[in-house]
């Protein structure tokens, strides 16, 4: 079966990890060739103290090097750089640009291609550049015509795909992230949060939320432009990156719909050829998908004044349940374990190693 292959054309370095380091991590760890096209090394990203600014090219060292280590942190198979400078990508030359680009595309030869939409997420010039620089690469590499510097043969991709922000994240993450305006000439420009219904694309990555979090904190010169996310605790952050995973289809050769997604590679597996075999494992491996096991937690339920708080034995982590009643309280907590396991995986139970046997409510006297 040919091999699957993913490329993200972005701006700068973590791009990629701030911004899908969690479906990146997801789909290499699957066997998906993940690669990145960085279009600068994002020489003007200093946010320190102006007397210590490096310098445009040691400051671009600097986070080429801090770039590998995310990618090599997410799975990544390589990273190639378009080598123009930060904040002048929308005055480069758009045919030497494009060339580029296109040189890539068929060099990798990936079925799927994730850029920035038409507003840059949140009006970056850089942004909204290298998203129209891949729609007009994706045209010319296609093209027989079109002669690039390997001469390499044409290559036609199959989905392209805009990297969005929805409102549940966006709407969750602002108190966290101060003012999010900026201005760009006369402007002020700021982050625009894509509607629900305007995602045609939702991965569900949240047992890699940890891997990106790792990867967002190798762009060590980056860490003060996430405000509060930076300093949260690795179980914390991933909770909130969960709330990413959100995509637009701009184009697809293979499948249609309003129906979301799940899959950015959704009608590509089955056309790759499958055996009949290979397609009943799938429909097997679909079946089951929903069936879990039940395994049995010892909850604390405790009345207070105001109503009763839940809270499991034998979990790594902080989950609380709240409500009004007993029955609402173990519900809600019920919903709090399945959202914790799901999110960072079933290692976080001590069941396996040093189950919870019984518990006991005693009264002590201490000192205070």
């Not at 671009?60 to 390589?78: I, N, P």
């Not at 991933?238 to 979301?260: C, H, I, M, T, W």
Request: charged share 20%; with cysteine.
């Amino acid at each position: 079966m040919t091999a699957l292959k993913l490329l993200c054309i972005f701006a700068h370095p973590d791009d990629e990890s701030m911004g899908m380091g969690a479906t990146l991590a997801k789909y290499s760890a699957e066997g998906v060739d993940t690669h990145l096209v960085c279009a600068t090394r994002g020489q003007r990203g200093w946010f320190g103290p102006e007397e210590q600014n490096p310098g445009l090219s040691a400051l671009g060292q600097l986070r080429e090097k801090e770039l590998r280590r995310a990618a090599e942190t997410l799975g990544m198979k390589s990273v190639h750089f378009l080598d123009y400078v930060d904040g002048d990508l929308d005055r480069a030359d758009p045919a030497e640009v494009i060339a580029r680009i296109v040189t890539h595309i068929r060099a990798i030869q990936p079925q799927v291609i994730v850029t920035f939409p038409p507003d840059g997420n949140y009006g970056h010039p850089d942004h909204i550049a290298i998203g129209q620089f891949t729609q007009a690469a994706i045209l010319c590499a296609v093209d027989a015509s079109f002669a690039d510097a390997q001469n390499l043969p044409p290559h036609r991709v199959s989905k392209l795909y805009y990297m969005v922000d929805g409102e549940t994240f966006i709407n969750f993450i602002a108190p966290f992230m101060g003012d999010m305006t900026f201005p760009v000439d006369d402007q002020i420009r700021g982050e625009f949060a894509w509607k629900e219904w305007m995602v045609t694309t939702r991965i569900d990555m949240s047992a890699y939320c940890v891997t990106a979090f790792r990867a967002i904190k190798c762009h060590e010169s980056q860490m003060t432009t996430i405000g509060a996310l930076a300093d949260m605790p690795e179980e914390m952050a991933a909770q909130v990156l969960a709330l990413q995973g959100a995509f637009y289809r701009a184009f697809s050769l293979v499948n249609g719909g309003r129906k979301v997604e799940t899959d950015l590679f959704e009608g590509l597996r089955q056309a790759d050829g499958d055996t009949r075999f290979e397609s009943y494992l799938r429909s097997i491996i679909r079946q089951t998908k929903g069936v879990r096991m039940i395994q049995q937690f010892k909850i604390i339920v405790e009345k207070h004044p105001d109503g009763y708080v839940a809270y499991p034995l034998g979990i790594n982590g902080v989950v609380v349940g709240e409500g009004d009643t007993y029955e609402e309280a173990l519900a809600d907590v019920k919903s709090a374990i399945q959202f914790h396991i799901e999110t960072f995986g079933k290692d976080v139970t001590l069941g396996g190693e040093t189950p919870v046997l019984e518990a006991f409510v005693a009264e002590a006297g201490v000192a205070v």
